[in-house]
Each structure stands twice: as structure tokens, then as C-alpha cells.
């Protein structure tokens, strides 16, 4: 199966090389793939995690301008949460919330149906929702 993922990408136009600064998101026929291709990126570019104090949860992903825009597309947000971080094509989409609902939000949206990803970062969403 991930064979197969690979080469519809590359079928696709997704890049082979330099894919932190020249990834994009892909116009899938199938709308529900976004949320897998986004959870990928998110496994490997991206970051769940709270303060110092605990009380504020994180996520963060790291890539292309269109990437983070994407991100910020999926969970609603406005493209004011994007920051450029370096003088290459890097950007990173970061937004912290208090409130467990919008935790519990961002956790529905990437995990919701979704087959494979990393157990490690999920735990960090479900240890803050299980405060």
C-alpha cells in the first residue's frame, strides 16, 4: 500500500527531493485523503506539545507556505498563525489553546478515522485531554 502512495504522489507532481521546501499539498479526487496526507505531515514536520506550566497546548507544523496554509485551512484558522522562521521557503503554522474543546477539536480533525500515524505525538494530545 505505501508503494502505491508513493507513486500516486509522485504521479501527482509531489516532489522527491528538497520536500521541505517545495512540498505541497496535493489536489486530491478524494476529499478524505487530505486528512491522511495532513496527519502524515503533521508525524513528520509537526510538533504537540504544551507550556511550561501546562495549562496552554500547542501545535505546531513546519514547511512550505503552502503547507501551512493547508494546515490552517483544515483546522479553520486564519493565515495570521503562519510565521516565516527562515530566510529559505520555511514557514511554520503555530496555534496554542487553553480550552480542552478546542484541543479536543484539533485531536477530532487530524485522528478521527485515521489508520495509521504516530502513537507518541497522539499520546501528547490525549495526556492534556485527560487532565
Known sequence: ASKKLVEDLIR??????????????????DKKL???????IFDADGSAFTSEKGKTFYISVCGTLNICKEFARFFSYEE?????IKNKNLYE???GRQKIIEVEKFYKRLYSQAPVFLERKKKVFEFFLCK
Open 12 to 29: 501527482n507532481g509531489f516532489p522527491t527531493k528538497n520536500k521541505s521546501l517545495t512540498a505541497y499539498v496535493p489536489k486530491f479526487e
Open 80 to 84: 495570521k498563525y503562519i510565521k516565516k
Open 93 to 95: 503554522f503555530k496555534v
Open 34 to 40: 487530505i486528512q491522511g496526507f495532513l496527519l502524515g
